[in-house]
């Protein structure tokens, strides 16, 4: 592989890891809300809107999106996909594979 090539594979690969790791914070935060409802402390139905992390591969992107926990799971029903805010998708490590209201759910292309 020439260096070029090399570098990057490494950026679009750490792009990706971004996301994947704003899923399972994702996953860490929808437990230890639903721990919380499930003791009363947060007075709230299991299945209410959870104010998910956008996972896009942006570095500095802080922005949430309300969930239904319930549509969260299915979105996720495919290992490769992420839900982001419309504009933070980045085509040339992902495609689009659905949009619901002001958010994309992207699929990551393998690299
Ligand atoms: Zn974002």
Redesign the pocket.
């Known amino acids: 592989m020439r260096h070029r090539e090399h570098d990057e594979h490494h950026r679009r690969r750490r792009l990706q890891l971004n996301e994947k790791l ?1 899923e399972a914070l994702n996953h860490r935060l929808e437990e230890r809300i639903q721990e919380l409802r499930e003791a009363g402390l947060i007075p709230e139905d299991p299945d209410a809107p959870i104010r998910y ?6 570095e500095d ?3 949430r999106f309300a969930m239904e926990p319930e549509e969260y799971a299915r979105l996720h029903s495919e290992p490769a996909d992420c839900v ?2 419309q ?2 998708e980045m085509l040339d490590i992902e495609v689009v594979v659905d949009e619901i209201g002001d958010l994309l759910v992207v699929r990551k292309r393998p690299v």
């Open positions: 704003f992390m956008c996972e896009c591969s942006r992107c802080r922005e982001v805010l504009g933070h």
